[in-house]
């Protein structure tokens, strides 16, 4: 089993920015895949940045704004966002695939979500 616990979200100007933080924990042998997602008010939850295999992926609306990373030796995914908009305000969840043992099936895991709100 995996626990992720996200943090960084809160309130923000328009114009400003934030570094949202992901840690997984539990039994892992490697994490083959991070993502963010988020979810706004009578919306459904979208695919915000992903890495797998050495690769990104963004969605159209934060390229070039949204910077997904991470660090293995702290199982942690960061996405920092800049030049926020108020349509990016969002429940903010994090996602990540896990091995917890080799030879093991891979297992999804998710944060409980943070909420970022960008308004003046």
């Known amino acids: 089993q995996v626990q992720l616990v996200e943090s960084g979200g809160g309130l923000v100007q328009p114009g400003g920015s934030l570094r949202l933080s992901c840690v997984a924990s539990?039994?892992?042998?490697?994490?083959?895949?991070m993502g963010w997602y988020r979810q706004a008010p009578g919306k459904q939850r979208e695919l915000v940045a992903q890495?797998?295999?050495?690769?990104?992926n963004y969605a159209d609306t934060v390229k070039g704004r949204f910077t997904i990373s991470n660090d293995n030796d702290k199982n942690t995914v960061y996405l920092e966002m800049n030049s926020l908009e108020p349509e990016d305000t969002a429940v903010y969840y994090c996602?990540?695939?896990?091995?917890?043992?080799?030879?093991?099936?891979?297992?999804?895991?998710w944060g409980q979500g943070t909420q970022v709100t960008v308004s003046s």
């Open positions: 996602s990540m695939e896990v091995r917890p043992a080799l030879f093991r099936p891979i297992i999804s895991g």
């Open positions: 890495m797998a295999n050495g690769r990104t």
């Open positions: 539990g039994t892992i042998f490697s994490i083959t895949a």
